[in-house]
């Protein structure tokens, strides 16, 4: 269950707010008493990752430049 703080509050205490976020608490803010918006981590510590090494490799042609029509697919949404 998380905590409803209204947005006075959550002016006045952002910071020790964003603190307690951080450590993994859930905050719903709310706008005269009704709940509006959620403040939740946004990186979840995930522990240590482990280092994989592939076999293999890698032959010239991986460092030669892309086709233009693979570049295009690469940038299409910019």
């Known amino acids: 269950m998380s ?3 209204n947005v ?3 002016k006045t205490h952002l910071s020790r707010l964003l603190d307690e976020v951080a ?3 859930e905050i719903m803010l ?3 008493g009704k709940p509006c ?3 939740v981590p946004l990186i979840q510590d995930q522990g ?3 280092l994989v090494l592939l076999e293999g490799r890698l032959d010239d042609s991986f460092f030669e430049p892309l ?3 693979e570049l295009k697919r690469w940038y299409a949404d910019k």
């Open 8 to 10: 006075h509050y959550a």
């Open 48 to 50: 240590r990752r482990e």
């Open 30 to 32: 709310a706008k005269a």
């Open 23 to 25: 450590a993994g608490k």
């Open 3 to 5: 905590d409803i703080v």
């Open 37 to 39: 918006a959620r403040l």
């Open 67 to 69: 086709p233009p029509d």
